[in-house]
């Protein structure tokens, strides 16, 4: 299967503040997607984005399917952002997403 | 419109038992993937199913560990005999075939 890299792991921002946060991955992808994991343990749908560029709120994320990553930017952060963010990439031919292991994002009031 | 539904939310088991643990998905949707996500980990896939039929179980262990979706109600995870490594997160997700996942809440499995 793929290889699926998140960069930074971990991110303590002040509120207000932006950030991205990046995935790479060894091998093209058909399907992506970006969760946010809350400090309750929840996995919430960020984006749906096998290419392009979307955006929901104070969030977007950019996929570049021919270089093989994917960028979430966050602007004017917030408490309630924190938690842990992943990226999920299905290669062609294959149904199984591969998880990367997370940026942990601490946001300070 | 309800999401993925998993319960129990909790589980405690004692070394030994057996742990079941339930999903039934969003509407619509006839796939059903299982993960187990360890502290401070991401999540590893361990089986997909469709309706009455495993589609790939490669993440499964290969002892101890079954998984079903039946044609009636909800995918069930056994875990039979379980041990204290086997204390982790248990999500399930669902989606269309090849399309969108999204996950359920999670049942949290104790092993004491």
């Known amino acids: 299967g793929i290889q699926v890299e998140q960069s930074p792991p971990d991110l303590i921002l002040q509120e207000g503040a932006n950030s991205t946060l990046r995935c790479n991955f060894s091998d093209s992808v058909n399907n992506l997607q970006w969760f946010h994991q809350n400090p309750w343990g929840q996995l919430i749908n960020l984006f749906y984005?096998?290419?392009g560029t979307k955006q929901n709120g104070r969030l977007s994320a950019t996929t570049v399917a021919t270089e093989r990553y994917s960028l979430l930017y966050i602007s004017s952060s917030q408490t309630t952002d924190s938690g842990v963010y992943f990226c999920a990439g299905v290669s062609g031919g294959s149904y199984i997403p591969t998880f990367g292991r997370g940026t942990s994002l601490i946001v300070h009031p | 419109n309800a999401g993925v539904m998993q319960n129990p939310r909790h589980l405690v088991r004692r070394r030994g038992q057996e742990a079941r643990l339930r999903c039934s998905p969003m509407k619509g949707h006839s796939h059903v993937y299982w993960y187990r996500q360890l502290p401070e980990e991401g999540l590893k896939f361990m089986v997909y199913?469709?309706?009455?039929?495993?589609?790939?179980e490669s993440g499964m262990p290969k002892e101890r560990f079954s998984a079903e979706f039946p044609k009636e109600g909800p995918s069930i995870l056994r875990i039979q005999q379980v041990v204290r490594g086997d204390s982790a997160a248990y999500f399930c997700?669902?989606?269309?075939?090849?399309?969108?996942?999204?996950f359920g809440p999670g049942t949290r499995l104790t092993v004491l």
């Open positions: 997700a669902s989606s269309p075939i090849g399309g969108e996942q999204f």
């Open positions: 984005i096998p290419s």
């Open positions: 199913l469709q309706k009455e039929n495993i589609i790939d």
